[in-house]
């Protein structure tokens, strides 16, 4: 795992022969799973797409395979929008300063912004745990 984290994402992936993973899906998944939380934030959407595309077709087999494969780009996906919605809140404080070329209107429709990113990142990760677990959602 040290050594994959340190490795470009797709380094990581392709270092991982097919039939591999095909054979090995459980073992596969949980590396997969560990590796994808060790990520930085950003830069686990990129690697929930492979992931996924790996569930839907090597490790179709899995129980729930496709329902992973979901939970697995909507947890991503939730990390990746708080991020922006972190990012966002910083542009209040760079408006105060005289170098600035935007005001309060930009801030406050990026604030409005942020909330939103923040509630669909909400719904995003309880969804994603509920397909995780094998809950029925709707």
């Known amino acids: 795992m040290a050594i994959a984290i340190r ?6 992936l392709s270092a991982l022969d097919e039939a591999f993973v095909d054979a090995h899906a459980e073992a596969s998944e949980r590396f997969f799973l560990a590796w994808l939380d060790a990520l930085p934030r950003t830069d686990r959407i990129g690697a929930a797409r492979d ?3 790996h569930y839907i077709l ?6 729930r395979a496709y329902d992973k494969a979901v939970a697995v780009e909507l947890r991503s996906l939730a990390d990746a929008l708080r991020v922006v919605a972190e990012t966002q809140a910083g542009y209040r404080e760079l408006s105060e300063s005289p170098d600035a070329g935007f005001g309060l209107p ?7 912004v942020a909330e939103q990113l923040r509630e669909i990142a909400a719904l995003a990760s309880v969804d994603a ?7 029925p959602t709707d």
């Open 129 to 135: 745990e509920r397909l995780m677990r094998g809950d």
């Open 58 to 63: 090597g490790m179709a087999w899995l129980p």
């Open 7 to 12: 490795r470009p994402i797709g380094g990581v």
């Open 51 to 53: 992931i996924a595309d």
């Open 106 to 112: 930009l801030v406050e429709r990026y604030e409005r």
